[in-house]
């Protein structure tokens, strides 16, 4: 191994090692002591419940574990969102942490929650509530009451789309939170431990003068036997996810798009850290199909990223080591597209755990002309056989410079992004480095809405990278001082410049990211086949349709 390989690995270690240490942040939830309290009323915690709901070996990919990362609120905003699979059938499943307030709903909360429902709406994907909630965190209701609705508007789509929706209520389900339950196809109740009602005893005694306690009021036996809410009354925790398990067994779920799932198995299960659970597992279809392992190790990921990201690595080393070595139905590990042409993209055909894929991944970081055009085209011939697109990003956005505007570098990047924004088979994107500027947009950035987004470690993304954009400001300034004649503060110049620079890289860093649920989790490189494994499956839920259809091409 070089120096430079050795280099790059142990900065990213580092950046892992101190990933694995904010998701021990999230797991934590709202600290021991209260940890401690919920296991001494004999409950379960959020992933412990999770633990148990999902197939045995089974690996749960975690969704958005860094929400609210850097707000004022609890790393991972007091509800688990992700992807398992309960008896062969991929679901959805979100649990409240009632470590954390109680499980309250913050401002974070929705969003998380809101990202959750619109990939299971894509997916087609059942969704597992696991409730145990005091509803809304009150001295935030302005920026949850309006938008909070949105939740139970989905759950019925959900249920309208034949794709169903599972509550299983572990604790307190009050005021708005009682219509999850309420709203839900199929509602499992513990019993002494469920609560679900509008109001609580002591604003049921404020508004009406009724006394009553909570067990008459919305206990779990109450609803079993006389509201009805109630379909199944579990006796414990381990019984209510015991009913879950059934229940999903019974519904007769098959995949619209293919046939199979992926049923990832790992002999890691540890709940310690969000997305521990999917190294080293494999994403296999449950009907078996035929591929390889990757022709290069995926611990040579490690090896690629430059600790500067002004330095250009080669994509064609991380497809390597992601998608399926050769076989004898995969004559070729990347069948590359236009090799010769638009360097800077490197663009092909690949398969991921025997799921084709069409990928584009930048190379040289600086899109010119004839990437943008390279790219729309392979857009449109993925969209023509109907194959999902896999974005890697490491771009500082299009090239800029007389030469390139007189070139139509507008228009060129225009119709790449043309081609994104209409192109309607399922898209995943990477962001393994640098992702700037307009870059970010023709390369799938959030904005256009990827069925999932992921980021590593080394990942940065704005709208140019901090020296540039402090740079432009300092010309700027400059130039202003001199339009009005006066002598320019060279080190207060500096000062702007240094401050600027810090801000933007604070800004621009995965956590930052993933903390505005800017992607749906910054994840280990290594992990990257098994999540994208995992991804493609349940894409596959759904039929995947390419578009002939895209807007107006400036020539």
């Not at 993209?345 to 755990?353: C, E, K, P, S």
């Not at 505007?405 to 924004?421: D, L, W």
């Not at 993304?461 to 320019?488: E, F, H, N, T």
């Not at 992990?527 to 390419?546: E, F, K, M, Y």
Request: net charge negative; with cysteine.
């Amino acid at each position: 191994m070089s120096d430079v390989s050795i280099e790059r690995r142990e900065a990213m270690l580092d950046k892992i090692a101190d990933l694995d240490a904010q998701h021990a942040v999230a797991v934590a939830g709202g600290g021991e002591r209260y940890v401690e309290r919920h296991h001494a009323r004999g409950k379960l915690l959020a992933r412990e419940r999770i633990e148990l709901l999902v197939d045995p070996g089974s690996a749960f990919l975690e969704l958005s574990p860094l929400a609210g990362w850097g707000s004022d609120f609890t790393v991972g905003a007091s509800v688990v969102t992700g992807i398992g699979v309960i008896e062969g059938v991929e679901c959805m499943i979100t649990a409240n942490d009632p470590t954390v307030k109680g499980g309250a709903s913050n401002p974070w909360t929705v969003r998380k929650i809101f990202r959750a429902s619109q990939i299971a709406e894509e997916n087609g994907l059942p969704t597992v509530a696991l409730v145990e909630s005091g509803g809304a965190d009150l001295p935030t209701q302005k920026e949850i009451f309006i938008p909070g609705g949105k939740l139970f508007r989905d759950i019925t789509r959900s249920s309208a789309a034949k794709v169903p929706t599972v509550a299983l209520v572990f604790g307190n389900s009050t005021a708005g939170g009682a219509y999850v339950p309420g709203m839900s196809d199929y509602t499992v109740m513990v019993r002494e431990q469920a609560k679900v009602f509008l109001g609580g005893p002591p604003l049921v005694k404020m508004a009406t003068g009724e006394e009553s306690d909570d067990e008459s009021l919305g206990g779990a036996e109450m609803h079993a036997r006389t509201s009805g809410l109630a379909d199944y009354l579990a006796e414990d925790e381990h019984d209510a996810i015991r009913i879950g398990r059934r229940i999903v067994a019974r519904l007769n779920w098959r995949k619209a798009g293919v046939s199979g799932g992926f049923e990832a198995r790992s002999a890691r299960t540890s709940t310690t850290d969000p997305l521990v659970e999917v190294r080293g597992a494999s994403a296999t279809s449950l009907e078996t199909r035929p591929y390889a392992e990757p022709e290069a190790d995926p611990e040579g990921l490690l090896d690629l990223i430059p600790t500067d990201l002004k330095e250009p690595f080669d994509p064609r080393e991380v497809i390597a080591r992601i998608a399926d070595g050769r076989s004898e139905t995969n004559g070729a590990v990347f069948d590359e597209f236009k090799p010769l042409y638009g360097a800077s993209l490197v663009t092909g055909w690949a398969q991921i755990h025997g799921h084709p894929v069409g990928i584009l991944a930048n190379a040289q970081g600086v899109l010119f002309s004839e990437e943008a055009q390279k790219a729309t085209q392979f857009i449109q011939l993925a969209n023509q056989v109907d194959t999902p697109l896999l974005f890697l990003h490491n771009t500082t956005g299009y090239m800029v410079g007389k030469e390139y505007e007189q070139g139509g570098i507008i228009k060129h990047g225009a119709q790449m992004i043309n081609a994104v924004s209409n192109s309607t088979v399922p898209h995943i994107s990477v962001l393994m480095g640098a992702s700037y500027g307009a870059g970010n947009y023709g390369m799938n950035g959030r904005a256009f809405d990827p069925r999932f987004l992921f980021t590593w470690p080394s990942a940065k993304s704005a709208v140019m990278g901090p020296a540039q954009l402090a740079g432009v400001l300092s010309i700027v300034a400059r130039a202003a001082a001199g339009a009005k004649g006066r002598d320019y503060d060279e080190e207060g110049d500096a000062g702007m410049r240094a401050m600027v620079e810090q801000m933007i890289e604070e800004q621009s860093l995965p956590y930052a990211l993933s903390g505005m649920l800017y992607d749906d989790g910054v994840i280990d490189p290594r992990d990257t086949r098994t999540v994208l494994g995992i991804c493609l499956s349940v894409i596959a839920n759904r039929p995947v349709v390419g578009t002939d259809r895209f807007g107006v091409f400036r020539t």
